[in-house]
T-cell receptor, first 109, second 114 residues
Framework: SQQGEEDPQALSIQEGENATMNCSYK?????LQWYRQNSGRGLVHLIL?????REKHSGRLRVTLDTSKKSSSLLITASRAADTASYFCATDNAGKSTFGDGTTLTVKP | EAGVVQSPRYKIIEKKQPVAFWCNPI?????LYWYLQNLGQGPELLIR????????DSQLPKDRFSAERLKGVDSTLKIQPAELGDSAVYLC????????????FGQGTRLTVV
């Protein structure tokens, strides 16, 4: 079974709106990563947040981590049509990454 | 700098036939991963190498799957014999070290077993 679970499974928004995706996990982690996957392509790394960090920013991306609740969120601000993709969280423990099943984001122009 | 290169991109084979996938990681990356991804799901780790040593192959179905990473660089993943349920995308990824650093993924090999 997958360690991380993303929520929602699918999200559809208008261009310019913000998109928030959540990830919950079950066991302790060293760090958590978010990846994007365009249809038919490999995964692209977006951001890594360590277990002792609470928030990280990268451009239009903001990631939070709450280890007490075993959850993380990915916020994409001012979304663009090009952000349409699947987004996965991956939890790392002792060098092993475990992926959730992803959130499919559709941004309508 | 070239990314992770996988070949072939697509493969269609009949069940019970053998198949092999090849991966060339990013130069200098010690850690190499093979993942399986079913439609609508996230990647599932099959095997992880640190240099030429397989450090995690607990999810590799060893009765039909095998992998090798000669000289700690390129890697091949083999299935023999293939079953209908093996139809999936096989992703290779590499990273400088395991866990703490980001992994770079290839575009994957889409396997269809008929």
């Amino acid at each position: 079974s997958q360690q991380g679970e993303e929520d929602p499974q699918a999200l559809s928004i208008q261009e310019g709106e913000n998109a928030t995706m959540n990830c919950s996990y079950k066991t302790s982690i060293n760090n958590l990563q978010w990846y994007r996957q365009n249809s038919g392509r490999g995964l692209v790394h977006l951001i890594l947040i360590r277990s002792n960090e609470r928030e990280k920013h990268s451009g239009r991306l903001r990631v939070t981590l709450d280890t007490s609740k075993k959850s993380s969120s990915l916020l994409i601000t001012a979304s663009r049509a090009a952000d349409t993709a699947s987004y996965f969280c991956a939890t790392d423990n002792a060098g092993k990454s475990t992926f959730g099943d992803g959130t499919t984001l559709t941004v309508k122009p | 700098e070239a990314g992770v290169v996988q070949s072939p991109r697509y493969k269609i084979i009949e069940k019970k036939q053998p198949v092999a996938f090849w991966c060339n990681p990013i130069s200098g990356h010690n850690t190499l991963y093979w993942y399986l991804q079913n439609l609508g799901q996230g990647p599932e780790l099959l095997i992880r190498y640190e240099n030429e040593e397989a450090v995690d192959d607990s999810q590799l179905p060893k009765d039909r799957f095998s992998a090798e990473r000669l000289k700690g660089v390129d890697s091949t993943l083999k299935i023999q014999p293939a079953e209908l349920g093996d139809s999936a995308v096989y992703l290779c990824a590499s990273s400088l070290t395991g866990g703490v650093t980001e992994a770079f993924f290839g575009q994957g090999t889409r396997l269809t077993v008929v």
